[in-house]
């Protein structure tokens, strides 16, 4: 079992950066493949980034490549989204989650685990 919880939320303006930090319990959680996905209102749950365990293979959404990075710390068993540049069309609640494969899935019904999400407001 593995509890993800995410935190680094709130409100910006377009342009500026956030990072949001998902913290896992478990004491397996360092062996999950992880990933981020955002939904905003009236839309589907979609793909943002995603990492394996060791960390050593990324993948990210089109939308974000370029000023999104994704990474991990295992020691402290934490997976991290920086964004930078963030625009309007960001806005949305974003959460992460857990997958036990050895790779990156896009697919968020390949997810284990889920953290509750937090929001993140871009404005104009």
């Known amino acids: 079992q593995v509890q993800l919880v995410e935190s680094g939320g709130g409100l910006v303006q377009t342009g500026g950066s956030l990072r949001l930090s998902c913290a896992a319990s478990?004491?397996?959680?360092?062996?999950?493949?992880m990933g981020w996905f955002r939904q905003a209102p009236g839309k589907e749950r979609e793909f943002v980034a995603g990492?394996?365990?060791?960390?050593?293979?990324?993948h990210y959404a089109d939308s974000v490549k370029g000023r999104f990075t994704i990474s991990r710390d295992n020691a402290k068993n934490t997976v991290y989204l920086q964004m930078n540049s963030l625009k309007p069309e960001d806005t949305a609640v974003y959460s992460c989650?857990?997958?036990?494969?050895?790779?990156?899935?896009?697919?968020?019904?390949?997810?284990?685990?889920w953290g509750q999400g937090t929001q993140i407001t871009v404005s104009a």
């Open positions: 990492i394996t365990s060791s960390g050593v293979i990324r």
């Open positions: 989650a857990a997958d036990r494969s050895l790779v990156v899935t896009l697919d968020p019904k390949n997810y284990d685990y």
């Open positions: 478990g004491r397996t959680a360092s062996l999950y493949a």
